[in-house]
């Protein structure tokens, strides 16, 4: 039980989800707006794979570029890959269901967007701790 109880891994683990949040929320919300605005397709299943590939490929890219700072780019590229890929698919998978469960659809909304982000925060930040207390390594430099 004393594994769960490290605040100082807690912070550092809410920390590095938010940095994913960020990146993944820019793939899958831009996604969802461009087929929102720009077209007339509203299938989930194939507006939703799209998402996710987007929000995790620039989830990826920030937190490459964060690495950046302490290693190189080959490094940087693998550990944002490797440490996050998990997470990353979790917390999309729950702020699409989130968001089809509220909207029933994927649609940007402002009543949606609060608990779309809060669900896709708290979902992989049990996992993401885990990571760290596991392997002492964090996805953000």
């Not at 899958?28 to 987007?54: E, H, K, R, V, W």
């Not at 998978?93 to 925060?121: C, K, R, Y």
């Amino acid at each position: 039980m004393e594994f769960w109880l490290k605040k100082d891994k807690w912070s550092r683990s809410a920390l590095n989800t938010f940095v994913c949040l960020i990146g993944c929320s820019i793939g899958d919300f831009g996604t969802i707006l461009y087929f929102q605005f720009y077209t007339n397709i509203t299938s989930i299943m194939l507006i939703m794979p799209i998402a996710i590939i987007n929000g995790i490929l620039t989830s990826i890219i920030l937190e490459t570029i964060l690495l950046l700072r302490t290693m190189p780019f080959k490094e940087a590229l693998k550990m944002a890959t490797g440490m996050s890929l998990i997470s990353m698919i979790a917390m999309e998978l729950a702020m699409n269901f989130t968001d089809i469960f509220l909207e029933g659809a994927l649609v940007l909304s402002f009543s949606s967007l609060i608990p779309v982000l809060v669900v896709g925060f708290i979902v992989p930040w049990p996992y993401n701790y885990w990571r760290l207390v596991k392997y002492n390594k964090n996805c953000c430099g």
